[in-house]
């Protein structure tokens, strides 16, 4: 008998009641995992209420007893980050290298949250008038909602819930359908770390479960990851109903290489960082923007990507591995078919590659164009895939320009050894995150992951002090305290 995915409510892993299921599958065998139900109306209805009465208790809870929660939290994932690993890589398909990389991310998010005495501390100022002081308060917002994507199935629900409940709030999490087991196993931690019964739920399903999540009046705020329709739509129908939102989207992650870069450093850089995980990583490279005559750099680059090959999660020879589905397999073999159709030059074509042994994974291998123009689908759509387009620029002018016209505003990176042209870069760019001579550029968790554009929908980013400010709500308090009474009506709005 295939074994269900186990919702979490109030403290309890238990079996959904729905007879509306999906299979969990290997993306390197098409072997069925486990089966994910979509939890009925009622289980989600449980589960919120369940939220709402955790958060009453929890909301009082002294901060330094969040905090210690944390640091129990954090200590239990450096102890089982291989097995969390090894568990997301069978359902996503990393290799274990990246998806170690992946947990140890997410462990970074929680190492911060450890600090939440000190993030929420509010601001004091003594007789803003005569005997009057104001201070404020930062206190939490009530239940909040996770809905989290394939691509990092560690990383993204420690980006989430750890932050909102450090900040003293509770949350219904919704794990991707795709890879839910690795959410299973970080939540049965957070248990033996001594989180409280309810104040982190875990439900399963689709549009219609995230609608029903989205629309119910006891979530005062929602954090998604995924594709820019689903994200478009969620941050829409959150913010028509007066909700805190805040959505991370698509990307179009462009490397400037300037022709003072040094070569060595660009060609290694661009191997991982453009078909790493398969290409499936909102932060990865899929343009590079050759300066003059570095376009000359191409050909060497398409000769190292040929040298690597995907493979199954515990080959250590491979570089990278399938994608996640049969369908994200379609879809990238059809855009690279298109980038043929519309006149690009297919250097590397990686439809055709074989994985001995898993005749059945979604295989696509490292896949080069250039002669790329941005009227192509290739440019315009977020392929994710292990799909890289290059682009030929004049200049940094002209780089500049085509970057900027981007609709997307995650990620870009400038090589260079010109302190002037990275300055003038990282000032001009209309991008959110910026690496000089650094591929991904993404902050580590005392900041914020600060997409642009298309790329992000609200206003406040996830982790860093942006996160705490998402999950929290100020209160100004101002105290009077005076050695005479009140003599007079003060009939004006100024403090005296």
Known sequence: MTTQVPMLINGEFIESQSSDKQDVINPATQAVLAQVPFSTPEEIDQAVAGAKAAFQEWRNTPVPKRARLMLEYQHLLKAHQREIAEILAEDNGKNLEDAMGDVWRGIEVVEHACNIPTLLMGETVENVASGVDTYSLVQPLGVTLG?????????????????????????????????????????ELFQQAGAPAGIVQMIHGGKEQVDQLINH???????FVGSVPVAEHVYRSTTNLLKRSQCFAGAKNHMVVMPDADKET???????????????????ISVIVFVGDTIEWAGELADRLKRIRPGVWNDPEAAFGP??????????????????????????????????????????????????????????????????????????????????????????SIFTTSGVNARRY???VEVGQVGVNIPIPVPLPFFSFTGWKKSFMGDLHAYG?????????????????????????NMSIALK
């Open 217 to 223: 009046p006891d979530i005062v705020a929602s954090s």
């Open 426 to 428: 990282q000032h001009e």
């Open 323 to 412: 994608l996640v589905s049969k369908t994200a397999t379609q879809r990238v073999k059809g855009l690279i078919q298109s980038g043929i159709d519309q006149g690009a030059t297919c250097v590397i074509d990686g439809r055709d590659i074989k994985v001995e042994g898993y005749p059945d994974g979604n295989w696509v291998g490292p896949t080069l164009f250039t002669d790329v123009t941005t009227d192509m689908d290739i440019y315009r759509e977020e392929i994710f895939g292990p799909v890289v387009c290059c682009i030929n620029a004049d200049d940094l002018d002209d780089a500049l320009r085509i970057v900027n016209n981007s609709p997307y505003g995650n990620g870009t």
């Open 147 to 187: 809905i989290t994507p394939f691509n990092f199935p560690a990383m993204i629900p420690l980006w989430m819930f750890p932050m909102a409940v450090a900040c003293g709030n509770a949350m219904i999490l919704k794990p991707s359908e795709q890879v839910p087991l690795a959410t299973v196993r970080l939540l």
């Open 465 to 489: 002090k942006q996160a705490v400010r998402f999950y929290s709500e100020t209160k100004t308090v101002t105290t009077a305290w005076k050695e005479t009474r009140v003599s007079a009506p």
């Open 266 to 284: 660009v060609m290694n850089t661009l191997v991982g960082s453009t078909v790493g995980a398969a290409g499936q990583r909102c932060m990865a």
